[in-house]
């Protein structure tokens, strides 16, 4: 009589594990699929999503779901990183000028100052003073190529996040987080 109970315990759980497929709903990208008794119960909610799979012990895993953005959305998201690009190449341009412009000026200042004849205390003098007066100019120039580079490289980024978020494509598809893989200027 045990046996039997057993048996057809086992041939009715196969049954409804079998069967269960066949309850499963579809909806879009969502899917719902939900059985009792000693079988896994897995659940899918949202467009994004999150995969719920709970055991007959209560033990609850979760899983994401990679959302599907549209092909609109995507293109927003495209025209806003396409301009967020425009933007950094133009600075890092400017950047890239402003640094040749001080490596030139300061070498033409310093050959100047060492052309001057020296000797006396007063030349000596003269020299020194054009030496630090041509890396003082080049200090500064550094420095203001530096923060007009930050500056622009901040603003290219926030208003890339801004536009994205008009977008409202997921973070998958995004490269925000890229940001700090540019060149900072120090």
Not at 49 to 74: L, Y
Not at 103 to 114: C, D, E, I, Q
Not at 156 to 178: E, L, P, Y
Request: with cysteine; charged share 15%.
């Amino acid at each position: 009589m045990f046996r039997k109970t057993i048996v057809a315990g086992a041939l009715s759980l196969a049954l409804v594990a079998a069967a269960v497929p066949a309850f499963a709903q579809t909806t879009g990208t969502t899917s719902t699929t939900k059985t009792t008794g000693t079988v896994n119960t897995t659940q899918t909610t949202g467009t994004a999503g999150t995969t719920k799979t709970a055991d007959t012990d209560k033990t609850v895993k979760e899983v994401k779901v990679a959302p599907v953005d549209s092909a609109t959305a995507i293109a927003c998201l495209g025209a806003a990183v396409n301009t967020r690009e425009a933007a950094l190449v133009s600075a890092i341009s400017t950047y890239s000028s402003g640094i040749n412009s001080a490596y030139s000026s300061r070498a033409a200042a310093l050959k100047a100052a060492y052309a001057q004849t020296g000797g006396t205390k007063d030349s000596n003098k003269a020299i020194q003073a054009a030496v630090k007066s041509a890396w003082s100019t080049f200090n500064n120039s550094m420095k203001t190529a530096r923060k007009n580079w930050q500056t622009a490289r901040t603003k290219s980024w926030s208003d890339f996040r801004i536009a994205a978020k008009t977008c409202k494509v997921s973070a998958v598809v995004s490269d925000h987080s890229n940001s700090s893989s540019e060149v900072l200027g120090n």
